[in-house]
C-alpha cells in the first residue's frame, strides 16, 4: 500500500511540474500576443498616414476606402512575408 502512495505521489508531483512548465509558456504566448497587438494599434495611423503620403506623392487620387484597402494589402503582404521568415528560422532552430 505505502508503494502504491509513494508511486501516485510521485506522478502527481511531475504532472504538477510539468502543468506549471506549460502553463508558465503559454502564459508567455499570451502576453507576447497581447503586447505585439498593441504594437500593431499603435503603427496603425502611421502607416494609413504613410500610404496616404504615397497616394499624393505617386499622383494617385484615390478615395478614402481604396486608400485603407492598399494599406491593408500592403502591411498583409509585409506581415506574411515576415511570418514566413520568422517560421523558417524557426525551423531551422529545432
Known amino acids: ?15 504538477a511540474k510539468e502543468f506549471r512548465k ?3 509558456k503559454q ?5 507576447t500576443a497581447a503586447f505585439a497587438f ?9 502607416i494609413e498616414n504613410l500610404i496616404g503620403k504615397m ?3 505617386l499622383g494617385l487620387a484615390l478615395d478614402n476606402i ?11 503582404c509585409i506581415g506574411v512575408g515576415i511570418l514566413i521568415v520568422l517560421s523558417k528560422w ?4 529545432d
Open 1 to 15: 500500500m505505502k508503494k502504491i502512495i509513494q508511486k501516485h505521489t510521485k506522478t502527481a508531483k511531475e504532472a
Open 27 to 31: 502564459l508567455i504566448v499570451a502576453i
Open 55 to 57: 497616394n499624393i506623392w
Open 38 to 46: 498593441l504594437i500593431a494599434l499603435v503603427w496603425r495611423t502611421p
Open 22 to 24: 506549460e502553463f508558465r
Open 90 to 93: 524557426e525551423a531551422r532552430e
Open 66 to 76: 481604396y486608400s485603407q484597402i492598399i494599406s491593408a494589402i500592403i502591411v498583409t
